[in-house]
């Protein structure tokens, strides 16, 4: 039984036929994505709280549901790397075909390797593909509770991620004084013009493994948490 349409292809398995088409999608919408966030950085405040807590010449997994992603992007505009800790940046993204045109905005927005993985999607050789650049000092960008939910519930894998290159999880937490949220999975939250911003930068959390089952963990509240996280059973 062949795949529907929307899930067929990966973005680096497009036929030949059918990837004019594809191209022109992919590079026109996500050029048209970059503009829409220039547009909407200029004309939003945008307010960080914490980068102090970041370690100085280090690199980080920031971590942030799925939800705030739309406010991410608009912080981070118009380089992902100079807003957050000054490392190159590796990302792992969903690979589909209709995942091009925001894979084109990463690298617009200084994006230095993207990783083309997921749950489903051939996400543990991914994963082991993202902790060898972490280990080279890349930073990322996750989002626990991707790609299709459920919302708001950690999936452990950042939480390997971390053990795994020795690199701290922080947390980012984001708010705005207006926007608009979408009735999707993740409820993505979208401000609005001359609306404000607010980014919060959590505590570095570094993952240890000195016992046998994953602690449980609510990322809404790991800002708080200033041991270390134990995933169990590794």
Not at 37 to 57: A, C, D, H
Not at 126 to 134: G, S
Request: glycine share 6%; with cysteine; aromatic share 10%.
């Amino acid at each position: 039984m062949r795949k529907p349409i929307i899930s067929r292809y990966r973005v680096d398995e497009v036929p030949i036929i059918i990837r004019p088409q594809f191209l022109l999608y992919g590079y026109g919408l996500g050029l048209l994505l970059f503009f829409y966030l220039l547009t909407l950085r200029v004309t939003t405040k945008v307010k960080i709280v914490g980068r102090e807590k970041l370690t100085k010449n280090s690199n980080h997994i920031f971590c942030l549901w799925h939800s705030y992603v739309p406010s991410a992007l608009i912080s981070a505009t118009p380089l992902i790397h100079a807003v957050l800790d000054g490392a190159p940046q590796v990302w792992m993204q969903h690979p589909v075909w209709y995942m091009k045109p925001i894979h084109v905005l990463l690298r617009l927005m200084g994006v230095k390797k993207i990783i083309l993985g997921s749950t489903g999607h051939s996400g543990r050789d991914a994963a082991e593909l993202l902790v060898d650049y972490l280990r080279l000092g890349y930073s990322t960008v996750l989002n626990p509770d991707g790609p299709y939910g459920p919302p708001f519930v950690l999936k452990k894998g950042i939480l390997h991620l971390s053990l795994q290159s020795n690199v701290p999880i922080v947390p980012l937490r984001f708010s705005s004084s207006s926007y608009r949220e979408l009735k999707t999975w993740d409820r993505k939250k979208f401000a609005r013009l001359f609306s404000t911003i607010e980014m919060k930068i959590g505590e570095p959390l570094f993952v240890t493994s000195d016992k046998k089952r994953f602690k449980t963990l609510n990322p809404t509240n790991m800002r708080f948490h200033k041991g270390p996280l134990v995933p169990r059973g590794l």
